[in-house]
Every structure is written in C-alpha cells, then in structure tokens.
C-alpha cells in the first residue's frame, strides 16, 4: 500500500514530514531568528563607539568543549538506541544530562568571572549584551536538558527503541541545535568582542 | 472502518468522526481542539477587540473634532480621566492612540483576521482532519486570552495603560518618569505582547505544518486556494519577525526593570543625568520595524488571500494570473524583511542608506500592482454577483489602491522628510492596512459564515453595512490627506494652541462625525451576526457555488471535518465558467475524467494519469475494507 501511494504522491504530495518534527524545526528558525536579532543589534551598537573592551572569559572554551562533548555522547546514545543496544543507550544519555548540567554550572562561572573583571550587567552595553547571550541561551539549554531527561527516563521504560525513534530523534536535533547555537555564539563573541 | 487508508496523511484523529462524540460544554466551546472552533473563538475575542479599539479611537477623534465639547458625560466611564473643567486628560489621549494602535494591529488584525482564518479554513480547504497539533493550536488561542485579559487589565489601572505610541519608542517607554503610561501600562503591555507572540509562533507553527504536511492527495501547492497561500506566507513572515520583537522587548524589559543601557544613553531629568550611558534609541527602532513592517503584511496578506477567493467565485471566473498572485505574494513577502527602514528615515541615519531603502521599498509597489491588476482583470466582464463578500472584497481593492498610491509617495525619503509623522501617514496606513484588512475580515465573515454556523447572514443588511462603511471609511480618511500635507502631526492632543496649525478645524469636525457614523453602522453587522447565527435562513451545502473543499463538508461539520474519506482534489480550485461544462463551476472533487466536455487538450493527457490514481485507490479500498471485515 505504501509502494502504491508513493507513485501517486511522489508526484502530488512532494513533501511529508512528521508534523511533530516539522514543528520543531520552525521552533528552532523562530529561536535563530531571536539570536540573529540579538547578535544584529549587538553588531549595530559595538559600530556607535563608547564600547567597553574586555577579555571573555576562558571557561567559555571549556563550556564548548563540554557542550561538544555532550553531542557526542548523544550521537552514541541515538546510535545505540537504533541498534536496540539499551546499555549503551542509557549510559550515552545519563552521560548527556550529566554534561549538560556541567555546561550550565560553568556558564554560571563565567558569569563570576565576568563580575571578577567588573564587567556587570548593568553598565556599558558589551557586558550586558554578554550576559544576554548566555542567559537566554542557558534558558533554551534547561529547556533542553529537561527534554533530553525526558528522554532519559522513557529510555529506562524501554520506551525509545528502534521502531520508536521520534522523541529520541526530536531530542537529538534540538540539542545538537543548542550546541551549534552556543558554538556559534562563541565564535561571534571572539571575533566581535 | 473504511478510511483506514487515510492514516498515511492524516495524523492526528482520523479515527474520530465514526463513534459518537460526547463533548460537553467545556471540551466543545472552551478548552476545544477543534480547529473550526478554535477559529471561531478568535474571531469573536477579536470582534470584542475591535469594539474596543474603535470605542478608543471615538473619544479622541471628539477630542480632535470638537476641542472646546464638555466631556463631562464620559466621566461615569473615564472617571478621572476626564479633568475638572470636563475635558480629557491630555495624559489619557496619549494613552488612548497608543491602545487604539496596539489594539487594531494586533488583537484584531493580527489574531483576529490570521487567528479566525488561518484556523478555519487550512484544513477545512486543504483537506485535512484538524491542525496538526490541535493541542497546541488550543495552547495559541489560550496565550491569546491571557495577553488579552492582561491588556484589558491595563486599560483601567491608575496611572492608565502605556501611553508611548503603538511602536513604544524609548526613551519614552523605558523610563518611568517620562509619563504616567510608562509605569505599570507598560509594564502590563510588554508582558501582555510576550504571551502575545508566544501565541503567534504556536499558530504560525502549525499552519505552516499542516500546510506542508497533512495535504491531502492530488493538493499540490500548484492547487491550493489563494488563501492558503496567503495564509502560508503570512504564518512564515510572523515565523521571522515576531521572534525580533521579542528580542527588542526582552531588551526593553531589561532596561526598564534591572538598569541597564541598551536603548538608554545621556538621559537628564530634572538637571540630574541617569546613570544609564552607551545605549542607543535607535537600535530600538531598527529591532521593532524589523517586526513591524513585516507586520503589515502579517495584517494584509490573509485579506488580500481572503479577497482572491471570494472575488473569484462571485465573479464566475478563474482568477486571473495564478501564479502572477503567488508570485506575487512571495515577492512581498520577501521585500517585507529588507524594507523597515523606510520607517525611520528622520531617525537620523545614514541618507545614504535611507536611498537603498528608500528603493527597495518602491519595488514593493510592483508586486502590489501585479495584485490589484490581477484582481481588476478578474472581475473584467465576469458574471458578477455582488453577494456582501463580494462587495467588501472590491472595498478591500479600491482601498489598497487609494491608499497604496500614498505609499508611494512615503516610500521616498525626500518627501517622507516632509510628511513624516503627520495626518498624511496616518490617512495612508489606515486606508492600505488598516481599512483593506478589515475589510478583507468582514468580506471572510460573511463569505463563510454559512460554513461556520451553517446560517445564512441577511444579505440585505449586509449592503447597508457595505455602503455605510465604504462611504464612512472615505469620509474619515480621505480628508486626512490634506490635514497631513498641512503640516498637522499625528498624536497631538490639540492644534489650535498653534498658529500653524489653527485652522482646519471644520475638516476635523466632519472627520469626527464620519467616524462615529461610521462606527455606530458596524452595529448592524454585530447584530446581523449573532442574530443570524441563531435565526438565521439555513444555508445550502455549497451557497456560493463554489469550488474549494470546504463546501463538500456537511452543514455541520464534526470534529474531523469529513464524516468519511477525506476527498481527493482533481484540479485547481478557480474552474469557473469553464468553456463547454454543464455548469459554470467544477469544484475540486470532480475528476478531469468525469468532464470531458470541458477539458483542455493537456487536461485530455492527465486523464490517462488520473484514471491510474482512481484504480489504485480503489483496490486500496477494497484491501482495506476486506483486511478490517
């Protein structure tokens, strides 16, 4: 029945997603939308002059590192979930939580370390544009992190497997999403600071 | 169960419309998943609104027509808003333009017009059993009320709702001390707009998903109504912008509520300078009309869709240039994000830059051309049948040509210098926008009105309506074009302290008085709606003879829209008067097998096509029938 739809729409019904996943998507073109405004605005400002220079924080390459590195244990932990390998699967997203905490309390320290160097977010618009950056992407990041504990606990119900993917595969993009979206911000910051 | 088949498109309740459904009150008014009545609801918080705004709107055109009135008849109502000697507080008129504004733009032109039809009609006309997230389409309109009751809230609180203008420019919204509004009104606004967008997003998400995903077969892109298209576009301009005014109000809440500068630079009050520096006004206004001129064609898209369908059915005619008209809409859409600027062209930016606007902008005109021209030729020597749709629907067309041309003249930033904030802008915004769009809404009323209540609305009624507001909304805004090229600046609360501006008075006072005529004539409309939802004459399946799927649902249609097979769609939807068909529309159903009479040598080929599909469909229904029994 399939093979015999896929003559009739393959040429009227070109595209045909999972509505869900779909809708993910445009939930993250909206959340890109709200960082390209931000970083548009930080740019327009930083061109106006009065701009206080700073060093970033170092602890921002270590936050990439660990942000990275949760991908890759997310990747391993969806790759597992593929194979029907539950071990591997559990383990890969216990050890993605776990990490995306640590990203969070790090981020948290650079905020300390900001504040060691007088740099506040009240004061000259560099500083608060900075904790904008990292407040509104940590907020979407505990977004995250409650999907991926979501996820998490289906996981240990034997509910994510290879015939049902969805959640799993929605919870992957989102936070690989987040990582790009902190690379991205970082990388921004270090060539525009 | 024979639509077993129909899973493949349908996701979400293909299963409901077999067994009885016993919805109680709550699940069926309410809190419904239902996207006709998620539909409705929007359109009634919406028509509350629009009472609302032009209630607002009454006062200060008084104000404006008849400086020296005593007012002291409105203090029951406004209470202290009305001053001692029994004129409105100069505090409050601000107020009132800025809520007038919100208001309009966005509770009912914006939720109202995109919320009621977007829900209503994309599956209905696309073919689908619900929104692909009924859940979350609930959650949109939900938000909505909450926005609304907290925006509602703030028309009444002590120091009065926020006062800086619609676009809330800071410094004037940032710092408290700059007027009352800028206390708690705004404070109100900026969390009432949060859950407005988080509305918008919601919506837009799932229209542009059930658009894309839950089609159903034989709806490609090339054979959806024009209003899906329109309705498409519009939820992916608010996909992109409404996230930008979010960022900018983030900002805003952060520099009115923990200090900061972002928008906030060398502020003195009272001799004594803030402690706010290095911020800058104008990021605000590059942030907000980066939404905000999208936000017109948020406003304008879905009536300019609304108005291709209904003047192509009571014309008896295709629509003329297809694809010119989503082209057309996609030209829009685009040139809407690389235009905000024409906005601000005495914000002080760079002229140069005003010049790169100042074009694009002007490109705008051509795509709004191919439209009016395409809607023109489509009613050229067609059959017409001036139904009250109909007659709102060629309202829309000559308001979004008088008001167009205007725009023209405001898109060049020399002149602009001239006209800039004055009664010209005002004149030209509400005809364009703001009269188009509602008539593009109240054309869509009565146009579905029998599909959303399965009545009839008295079309006698509706003509006077028509003629009233037609004529009233060129009485109030047509004489506002010489009063702007006179120099008067909008948002004044009076003109005869100065001498440049004393005269006149008589034009405002006609302005006024055409206003609340007017406005007093939307009554007939509000009572021939809600008494003809319940008395109405009963419609007929399909009253307009029309083609489009909506009208091969039932007078009632359930939950799920189709009691069985959800049809499947043969053609596009404008096969009216074609040459040699019995009659002079073929709705969408029919297949190009079942007319030959009329088809073209092309269609002849694509018969051969069709007969396959037909074939298919029904040894899959026969498979399924024998694999269920």
Same mark, same amino acid.
């Given at each position: 029945?399939?093979?015999?739809?896929?003559?009739?729409?393959?040429?009227?019904?070109?595209?045909?997603?999972?509505?869900?996943?779909?809708?993910?998507?445009?939930?993250?073109?909206?959340?890109?939308?709200?960082?390209?405004?931000?970083?548009?605005?930080?740019?327009?400002?930083?061109?106006?002059?009065?701009?206080?220079?700073?060093?970033?924080?170092?602890?921002?390459?270590?936050?990439?590192?660990?942000?990275?590195?949760?991908?890759?244990?997310?990747?391993?932990?969806?790759?597992?979930?593929?194979?029907?390998?539950?071990?591997?699967?559990?383990?890969?997203?216990?050890?993605?939580?776990?990490?995306?905490?640590?990203?969070?309390?790090?981020?948290?320290?650079?905020?300390?370390?900001?504040?060691?160097?007088?740099?506040?977010?009240?004061?000259?618009?560099?500083?608060?544009?900075?904790?904008?950056?990292?407040?509104?992407?940590?907020?979407?990041?505990?977004?995250?992190?409650?999907?991926?504990?979501?996820?998490?606990?289906?996981?240990?119900?034997?509910?994510?497997?290879?015939?049902?993917?969805?959640?799993?595969?929605?919870?992957?993009?989102?936070?690989?999403?987040?990582?790009?979206?902190?690379?991205?911000?970082?990388?921004?910051?270090?060539?525009?600071? | 169960?024979?639509?077993?088949?129909?899973?493949?498109?349908?996701?979400?309740?293909?299963?409901?419309?077999?067994?009885?459904?016993?919805?109680?009150?709550?699940?069926?008014?309410?809190?419904?998943?239902?996207?006709?009545?998620?539909?409705?609801?929007?359109?009634?918080?919406?028509?509350?609104?629009?009472?609302?705004?032009?209630?607002?709107?009454?006062?200060?055109?008084?104000?404006?027509?008849?400086?020296?009135?005593?007012?002291?008849?409105?203090?029951?109502?406004? =209470? =202290?808003?009305?001053?001692?000697?029994?004129?409105?507080?100069?505090?409050?008129?601000?107020?009132?333009?800025?809520?007038?504004?919100?208001?309009?733009?966005?509770?009912?032109?914006?939720?109202?017009?995109?919320?009621?039809?977007?829900?209503?009609?994309?599956?209905?006309?696309?073919?689908?059993?619900?929104?692909?997230?009924?859940?979350?389409?609930?959650?949109?309109?939900?938000?909505?009320?909450?926005?609304?009751?907290?925006?509602?809230?703030?028309?009444?609180?002590?120091?009065?709702?926020?006062?800086?203008?619609?676009?809330?420019?800071?410094?004037?919204?940032?710092?408290?001390?700059?007027?009352? =509004?800028?206390?708690?009104?705004?404070?109100?606004?900026?969390?009432?707009?949060?859950?407005?967008?988080?509305?918008?997003?919601?919506?837009?998400?799932?229209?542009?998903?059930?658009?894309?995903?839950?089609?159903?077969?034989?709806?490609?892109?090339?054979?959806?109504?024009?209003?899906?298209?329109?309705?498409?576009?519009?939820?992916?301009?608010?996909?992109?912008?409404?996230?930008?005014?979010?960022?900018?109000?983030?900002?805003?809440?952060?520099?009115?509520?923990?200090?900061?500068?972002?928008?906030?630079?060398?502020?003195?009050?009272?001799?004594?300078?803030?402690?706010?520096?290095?911020?800058?006004?104008?990021?605000?206004?590059?942030?907000?009309?980066?939404?905000?001129?999208?936000?017109?064609?948020?406003?304008?898209?879905?009536?300019?869709?609304?108005?291709?369908?209904?003047?192509?059915?009571?014309?008896?005619?295709?629509?003329?240039?297809?694809?010119?008209?989503?082209?057309?809409?996609?030209?829009?859409?685009?040139?809407?994000?690389?235009?905000?600027?024409?906005?601000?062209?005495?914000?002080?930016?760079?002229?140069?830059?005003?010049?790169?606007?100042?074009?694009?902008?002007?490109?705008?005109?051509?795509?709004?051309?191919?439209?009016?021209?395409?809607?023109?030729?489509?009613?050229?020597?067609?059959?017409?049948?001036?139904?009250?749709?109909?007659?709102?629907?060629?309202?829309?067309?000559?308001?979004?040509?008088? =008001?167009?041309?205007?725009?023209?003249?405001?898109?060049?930033?020399?002149?602009?210098?001239?006209?800039?904030?004055?009664?010209?802008?005002?004149?030209?915004?509400?005809?364009?926008?703001?009269?188009?769009?509602?008539?593009?809404?109240?054309?869509?009323?009565?146009?579905?009105?029998?599909?959303?209540?399965?009545?009839?609305?008295?079309?006698?009624?509706?003509?006077?309506?028509?003629?009233?507001?037609?004529?009233?909304?060129?009485?109030?805004?047509?004489?506002?074009?010489?009063?702007?090229?006179?120099?008067?600046?909008?948002?004044?609360?009076?003109?005869?302290?100065?001498?440049?501006?004393?005269?006149?008075?008589?034009?405002?006072?006609?302005?006024?008085?055409?206003?609340?005529?007017?406005?007093?004539?939307?009554?007939?409309?509000?009572?021939?709606?809600?008494?003809?939802?319940?008395?109405?004459?009963?419609?007929?399946?399909?009253?307009?003879?029309?083609?489009?799927?909506?009208?091969?649902?039932?007078?009632?249609?359930?939950?799920?829209?189709?009691?069985?097979?959800?049809?499947?769609?043969?053609?596009?939807?404008?096969?009216?008067?074609?040459?040699?068909?019995?009659?002079?529309?073929?709705?969408?159903?029919?297949?190009?097998?079942?007319?030959?009479?009329?088809?073209?040598?092309?269609?002849?080929?694509?018969?051969?096509?069709?007969?396959?599909?037909?074939?298919?469909?029904?040894?899959?229904?026969?498979?399924?029938?024998?694999?269920?029994?």
């Amino acid at each position: 029945m399939e093979e015999k739809f896929a003559y009739v729409e393959g040429a009227e019904q070109p595209i045909s997603m999972h509505p869900k996943k779909f809708a993910l998507w445009l939930f993250i073109v909206s959340v890109v939308m709200i960082f390209a405004s931000l970083t548009s605005a930080y740019i327009v400002r930083q061109a106006e002059g009065n701009w206080l220079e700073f060093e970033l924080p170092s602890i921002f390459w270590y936050t990439s590192i660990i942000i990275v590195l949760s991908s890759v244990t997310l990747h391993v932990a969806y790759q597992a979930a593929k194979k029907d390998d539950f071990q591997k699967l559990k383990g890969g997203m216990f050890l993605t939580v776990l990490l995306g905490l640590v990203f969070l309390v790090c981020q948290w320290y650079s905020w300390v370390a900001l504040v060691d160097r007088d740099v506040y977010f009240v004061g000259n618009p560099a500083g608060s544009f900075l904790y904008v950056f990292t407040g509104l992407h940590a907020i979407h990041l505990i977004s995250g992190v409650i999907f991926l504990i979501i996820v998490l606990i289906s996981s240990f119900r034997y509910k994510v497997h290879s015939k049902n993917m969805n959640a799993m595969e929605m919870c992957v993009t989102y936070w690989h999403f987040l990582g790009g979206l902190w690379l991205y911000l970082f990388m921004f910051l270090l060539l525009n600071h | 169960m024979a639509t077993a088949h129909t899973a493949t498109h349908s996701a979400t309740g293909h299963d409901h419309h077999d067994h009885e459904h016993h919805d109680n009150f709550i699940t069926k008014y309410i809190f419904t998943t239902d996207h006709k009545m998620i539909g409705k609801q929007f359109l009634v918080t919406g028509m509350f609104w629009a009472i609302i705004g032009g209630l607002l709107s009454l006062i200060f055109r008084l104000q404006l027509g008849f400086p020296d009135m005593k007012l002291e008849w409105l203090r029951p109502v406004l =209470g =202290g808003w009305i001053t001692p000697d029994g004129a409105l507080d100069p505090e409050f008129y601000l107020a009132l333009v800025t809520m007038h504004g919100t208001i309009m733009v966005f509770f009912v032109l914006t939720a109202g017009l995109s919320g009621t039809f977007s829900n209503f009609l994309i599956p209905l006309q696309i073919g689908a059993r619900d929104m692909a997230s009924g859940f979350m389409n609930m959650l949109s309109y939900w938000l909505f009320f909450v926005s609304s009751v907290i925006m509602f809230i703030s028309l009444f609180i002590e120091t009065g709702p926020a006062s800086g203008g619609w676009v809330v420019y800071p410094p004037l919204s940032a710092l408290e001390q700059a007027m009352p =509004g800028s206390g708690l009104g705004m404070t109100l606004w900026l969390v009432a707009m949060t859950f407005f967008i988080a509305s918008s997003l919601l919506g837009g998400i799932n229209y542009i998903t059930t658009v894309i995903n839950l089609r159903t077969k034989g709806m490609s892109f090339s054979r959806l109504p024009l209003t899906i298209w329109a309705f498409f576009l519009t939820a992916i301009i608010g996909l992109l912008s409404f996230p930008v005014l979010f960022s900018a109000a983030l900002l805003l809440v952060f520099d009115r509520s923990f200090g900061t500068s972002f928008y906030l630079s060398d502020i003195y009050i009272g001799g004594e300078a803030l402690p706010n520096t290095g911020g800058s006004p104008v990021l605000y206004q590059h942030l907000f009309w980066f939404l905000g001129h999208p936000e017109v064609y948020i406003v304008l898209l879905p009536a300019l869709g609304i108005t291709s369908e209904i003047i192509a059915t009571n014309s008896r005619k295709p629509i003329f240039g297809y694809k010119a008209m989503i082209i057309s809409m996609l030209g829009i859409t685009i040139l809407s994000f690389v235009v905000w600027a024409h906005h601000m062209f005495v914000s002080g930016m760079n002229p140069f830059l005003g010049s790169i606007f100042m074009f694009l902008t002007l490109i705008i005109a051509i795509p709004s051309a191919v439209k009016v021209f395409n809607y023109l030729t489509t009613l050229w020597r067609g059959n017409l049948v001036f139904t009250p749709g109909m007659l709102f629907s060629i309202g829309l067309v000559s308001f979004f040509i008088s =008001g167009g041309l205007t725009g023209i003249f405001l898109g060049n930033s020399a002149i602009d210098i001239q006209l800039h904030d004055t009664y010209f802008v005002v004149a030209h915004f509400h005809l364009v926008m703001g009269s188009a769009s509602f008539f593009g809404m109240v054309a869509g009323i009565y146009h579905w009105f029998p599909k959303m209540f399965g009545r009839m609305m008295d079309a006698r009624l509706g003509y006077v309506h028509f003629w009233l507001t037609f004529i009233g909304v060129y009485m109030v805004f047509f004489p506002m074009h010489y009063i702007g090229i006179a120099g008067f600046p909008r948002r004044y609360y009076s003109w005869t302290g100065f001498e440049f501006s004393n005269m006149y008075t008589d034009l405002n006072m006609f302005v006024s008085a055409a206003a609340i005529i007017t406005f007093a004539a939307q009554f007939i409309f509000l009572f021939n709606f809600f008494y003809s939802m319940f008395r109405g004459r009963v419609a007929s399946l399909n009253p307009w003879r029309s083609n489009t799927l909506e009208w091969t649902t039932p007078l009632h249609p359930g939950h799920g829209n189709w009691p069985g097979e959800i049809p499947a769609v043969y053609r596009w939807p404008y096969d009216y008067s074609k040459p040699g068909a019995k009659e002079d529309f073929i709705p969408q159903t029919v297949p190009l097998s079942a007319t030959p009479e009329s088809n073209l040598p092309h269609e002849q080929e694509l018969v051969k096509l069709e007969k396959e599909i037909i074939a298919d469909e029904e040894t899959d229904l026969v498979a399924n029938e024998s694999k269920e029994s």
